[in-house]
């Protein structure tokens, strides 16, 4: 069983930054991939970022050049630092966890980040 809780979001005037957080307990495994997913208003759940165990990343198109997804493995938790928003950015930010050999995926309950204009 693992528990992922988020933190961070709030309301940012366009141009700003936000950083959010994913802190995880529970269960963990070595080989994995963490992932921030978020869904707008109307709009279907997107991926935005991923970071695997080994380090590597990958950002959406929309993300690229203005998100970075990190991890502090000593506080077992995961960052999505967010600069440049605007209200296009505007949705509730999940973090997700694959735990590749047991091919099990957990969630986070979600933080809203609201991008005024």
């Known amino acids: 069983q693992v528990q992922l809780v988020e933190s961070g979001g709030g309301l940012v005037q366009a141009g700003g930054s936000l950083r959010l957080s994913c802190a995880a307990s529970?269960?963990?495994?070595?080989?994995?991939?963490m992932n921030w997913y978020r869904q707008a208003p109307g709009k279907q759940r997107e991926l935005v970022a991923s970071l695997s165990s080994g380090g590597s990343t990958n950002y959406a198109d929309s993300a690229k050049g203005r998100f970075t997804i990190s991890r502090d493995n000593a506080k077992n938790t995961l960052y999505l630092q967010m600069g440049s928003l605007t209200p296009e950015d505007t949705a509730v930010y999940y973090c997700?966890?694959?735990?590749?050999?047991?091919?099990?995926?957990?969630w986070g309950q979600g933080t809203q980040v609201t991008v005024s204009s």
């Open positions: 529970g269960s963990t495994f070595r080989f994995y991939t």
């Open positions: 997700h966890v694959y735990f590749t050999f047991t091919r099990r995926a957990y």
